[in-house]
């Protein structure tokens, strides 16, 4: 049965490999395909590289960071500015999947962080203070970079912009860290694609403790995301297969523009709301444990702009959430069909465990024109020993007054999901991302 019992027991084993010395990790970016890695992969340079955590610590911290995460986009749909302190911890220093992408001329190669629900790409900079990464962009090697112009549309488009020189300079917040970067310019590289003018952040300096270890490329629908930087060559059309912790290369992909997606495959309209049109909302209608379909009130479920509650997909959270009301039905339910006679523990977040094996149900999640139905390996996690069961799923939540249900990367895993931004549609179909 596929598990995260494979991805907790490598995360414990030493690390040894690195991009260079495995064979296996050699890049296999081609066309407008790019390889999408685990942050714990084989070939990630960001996997621990000593075994320091037990099964029941690395899931208390996962349980964690997801608990920033939610922090984050509660934030985000709540319009606030400035994002809570725990958040930081996930969005920057703790992604879940990357890729790799090549900036400036002659290319250097980065890993960058891969999230739909953020718009702006930044990196370190040489010469950055505070910046812990020891691969870095050097603008001063780059033939082709530029710095945005303070007069320039871009630059009204960031978060608190000043002008420096008459370049355009802007802070962010991330948690207890303070970034200061340049506005710039230069070409990207996407698999074979180069992208010119490419408008992004080059980190200069950073203080506090969430400071980035590599970059980040935001696949939001704002202005600077690169959807939007892409319309002519991308068509605002990508979508990305990601791949389960038992998957031995750990590598998925992402697939940029509209050539080569699937054809047939089944959708739900996307939903946007004003205030946050970054996020990818749909209509998630109704929830379905085995073939009972769960009462859930309405309103957990309902889409509204105003107070932003509804369903999104996202890419960094890594666990389910679902509002209270609708979790503890699903919840009920699930223990119902598992066997109401067997006891019930808990780890951390997850309310619902066992210590002796068990048969669980499918879970339908049922969009408007579109059902779901995640297979067991996408709804267990289990224990390095096979001891402890969780249904991998748990409320969202309650002290961050949380409106958002998140359909998260583990039940994403082994899925296409295509993001069809023109024709305002997100698909899902069964595929082995590997």
């Not at 994002?83 to 911890?89: F, H, N, Q, Y």
């Not at 990508?238 to 959708?267: E, N």
């Not at 959430?321 to 598992?338: D, I, K, Q």
């Not at 390095?384 to 998260?408: F, K």
Request: glycine share 6%.
């Amino acid at each position: 049965m596929e598990t995260l019992q494979l991805f907790l027991s490598i995360l414990l084993l030493l690390s040894t490999s690195s991009l260079a010395q495995n064979p296996k990790c050699s890049v296999r970016d081609q066309g407008s395909t790019l390889e999408v890695l685990h942050v714990y992969s084989p070939c990630s340079p960001f996997r621990p590289s000593a075994p320091s955590l037990s099964w029941e610590e690395s899931i208390l911290q996962m349980q964690q960071k997801d608990q920033a995460r939610l922090q984050f986009l509660s934030s985000l749909v709540a319009g606030k500015s400035v994002v809570p302190v725990a958040s930081g911890r996930q969005i920057v220093q703790s992604p879940t999947y990357i890729l790799r992408a090549k900036i400036g001329t002659p290319p250097q190669t980065l890993l960058m962080a891969m999230d739909t629900s953020n718009d702006a790409a930044w990196v370190p900079c040489s010469g950055c203070v505070g910046c812990p990464s020891s691969t870095a962009f050097d603008s001063a090697k780059s033939t082709t970079y530029k710095n945005v112009a303070c007069k320039s549309p871009q630059c009204s488009q960031v978060s608190n912009p000043t002008c420096g020189g008459g370049a355009c300079l802007f802070n962010m917040t991330y948690g207890s860290s303070t970034f200061a970067a340049n506005l710039s310019r230069d070409t990207f590289t996407l698999a074979s694609d180069p992208i010119p003018n490419y408008t992004f952040g080059c980190i200069q300096k950073a203080t506090g403790s969430s400071v980035p270890p590599q970059g980040l490329l935001g696949l939001g629908r704002g202005p600077l995301s690169l959807l939007s930087q892409t319309q002519s060559l991308y068509k605002s059309t990508f979508s990305y297969c990601l791949p389960s912790f038992k998957s031995p290369g750990f590598s998925g992909s992402l697939r940029l523009g509209p050539t080569a997606q699937p054809l047939r495959i089944k959708s739900t309209p996307l939903l946007r709301n004003p205030r946050r049109s970054s996020l990818y909302y749909v209509n998630l209608v109704a929830i379905r444990v085995g073939r009972r379909i769960v009462d859930i009130p309405p309103a957990a479920l309902a889409f509204n702009p105003t107070t932003g509650s509804g369903t999104i997909f996202d890419s960094g959270t890594v666990f389910t959430r679902l509002v209270e009301p609708a979790y503890v039905a699903v919840r009920n339910e699930f223990r119902r069909r598992v066997g109401r006679n067997l006891t019930v523990t808990s780890l951390g977040g997850f309310d619902t465990c066992y210590s002796v094996p068990i048969v669980a149900p499918t879970m339908t999640f049922m969009f408007a024109g579109m059902n779901v139905t995640f297979p067991p390996d996408n709804l267990l996690i289990h224990s390095t020993a096979g001891s402890l069961t969780c249904l991998a799923m748990a409320a969202a939540p309650g002290d961050v007054n949380s409106v958002l249900n998140v359909i998260a990367n583990m039940q994403q895993q082994n899925h296409r999901v295509l993001y069809d931004v023109p024709n305002s549609r997100l698909g899902v179909a069964r595929e082995r991302c590997t």
